[in-house]
């Protein structure tokens, strides 16, 4: 089935540290890619949207990519902040699956001051 | 500005009893969803709805139903609770500019099952 990966539990940085996230996907068919961030007693929030068109979503300072090659559509930032501390989310949606969301489990982002 | 409520925040059930949980959007969305949220599993869809009176079973329906009676409400019903369903609950609502998935996120309700 559908499926979204997200490997890193947990990630700990400083503050203008540069921020990574891995996310890979599988499906059959070409997917519209997603990123949430959830920050502590709140729900996610939409971060970005990246479909096959446009391959590249840019939000907040966050950028991610649509890589349909190695099947990935890893988060970054240049430089982050405290406020930025929080759960990053990868989902995937199929077109043929109407409007349902696929979530990876989700990476904790630490940022220390 | 667009806002999805969730209530109660907070819910205590005893084994057996009838739980439901209620959402609100202010969004003017045809689209909302119910999903679970637990450690090592993300967010999970149980239910969803394209719009008053339609109902469409997500990847993990069972043991609950879901209810939409109107454009602005969504209800997730567990008849027979179980302690297994004791997790965080959350309510989205979107719409086709989004590409019809959840954009808008109501705070959660924490359920817990004893």
């Known amino acids: 089935g559908d499926s979204v990966t997200q490997k890193q539990g947990q990630v700990t940085l400083s503050e203008d540290d540069f921020l990574f996230i891995n996310c890979t996907y599988s499906?059959?068919?070409?997917?519209?890619l997603f990123w949430y961030v959830q920050y502590p007693g709140q729900g996610p929030q939409l971060l970005l949207k990246v479909t096959t068109a446009n391959n590249k979503g840019i939000s907040r300072g966050f950028e991610a990519t649509y890589d349909k090659g190695t099947t990935s559509f890893h988060l970054q930032k240049a430089s982050v902040q405290e406020s930025d501390s929080a759960v990053y989310f990868c989902?995937?949606?199929?077109?043929?699956?109407?409007?349902?969301?696929?979530f990876g489990i989700g990476t904790r982002v630490l940022v220390r001051p | 500005e667009a806002a999805v409520t969730q209530s109660p925040r907070n819910k205590v059930a005893v084994t057996g009893g009838k739980v439901t949980l209620s959402c609100n959007q202010t969004n003017n969305h045809n689209n909302m969803y119910w999903y679970r949220q637990d450690t090592g599993h993300g967010l999970r869809l149980i239910h969803y709805s394209y719009g008053a009176g339609s109902t469409e079973k997500g990847d993990i329906p069972d043991g609950y139903k879901a209810s939409r009676p109107s454009q602005e409400n969504f209800s997730l019903i567990l008849e027979l609770a179980t302690p297994s369903q004791t997790s965080v609950y959350f309510c989205?609502?979107?719409?086709?500019?989004?590409w019809g998935v959840g954009r808008y996120f109501g705070a959660g309700t924490r359920l817990s099952v004893l």
């Open positions: 989205a609502s979107g719409d086709a500019r989004d």
């Open positions: 499906t059959t068919t070409y997917p519209t």
């Open positions: 989902a995937l949606a199929l077109n043929s699956a109407g409007n349902k969301l696929t």
